[in-house]
């Protein structure tokens, strides 16, 4: 690995340490991911394309606290399980879960009368209309600093040149990718502060 041309600074920053994603949208599950790891929103994310499989992930941890995540953002429109019927399953579950867990609603199409209903909800904290935006995120940090931690992630600043290209980039523990021009790579650190690049 050269770093003769690289400077990397330790950053202290304040996370949610799990955050769990649920929609059966590839790209929407994509554009989301990408903002809370852009935005240092989340230590690690979780992601489920269907309410079953997120349900039963709750269920088979509900008495493990460091497996529950502290937020969950749940599409509203979903085929077999949609989000209202996640959260009928929800409410079965332990009241220690439920206190852990921040359920936050997703939708692309966002009808005043189901948002009133969905507030109606103790379960549910706010209602989002897609994208999830800096805004929603540093809104939800904003409302509960507590439940944040410090976490230290890597910068890479160039000092005099550039970095060579093309080069191998190790974006998290299970994927590498081979970038080969400047700009690709501009963009790929910072959707990804956490990636290190092998040379």
């Not at 690995?1 to 929407?28: C, R």
């Amino acid at each position: 690995m050269n770093e003769t041309n690289k400077q990397i600074n330790e950053i202290s920053v304040t996370k949610f340490e799990l955050v769990m994603l649920i929609d059966d949208t590839e790209v929407d599950l994509y554009i989301a991911s990408l903002n809370i790891n852009k935005h240092h929103f989340a230590e690690k994310l979780i992601e489920f394309n269907t309410g079953e499989k997120a349900l039963k992930y709750l269920q088979d941890n509900q008495e493990n606290i460091l497996m529950l995540p502290g937020v969950i953002f749940l599409d509203l429109y979903m085929p077999k399980m949609n989000g209202f019927e996640f959260m009928e399953e929800y409410k079965k579950l332990p009241i220690a879960l439920k206190e852990h867990c921040q359920v936050y609603i997703l939708s692309s199409t966002v009808d005043p009368n189901e948002i009133a209903c969905l507030r109606k909800d103790s379960n549910i904290l706010d209602v989002f209309e897609k994208p999830i935006t800096r805004n929603y995120l540093e809104k939800i940090k904003g409302k509960y600093p507590k439940r944040l931690k410090v976490f230290s992630t890597a910068s890479i600043e160039n000092n005099k040149s550039k970095t060579k290209v093309p080069v191998t980039v190790h974006l998290n523990d299970e994927t590498v990718i081979i970038v080969n021009n400047q700009a690709a790579l501009e963009q790929w650190l910072e959707r990804f502060p956490n990636a290190r690049i092998v040379q």
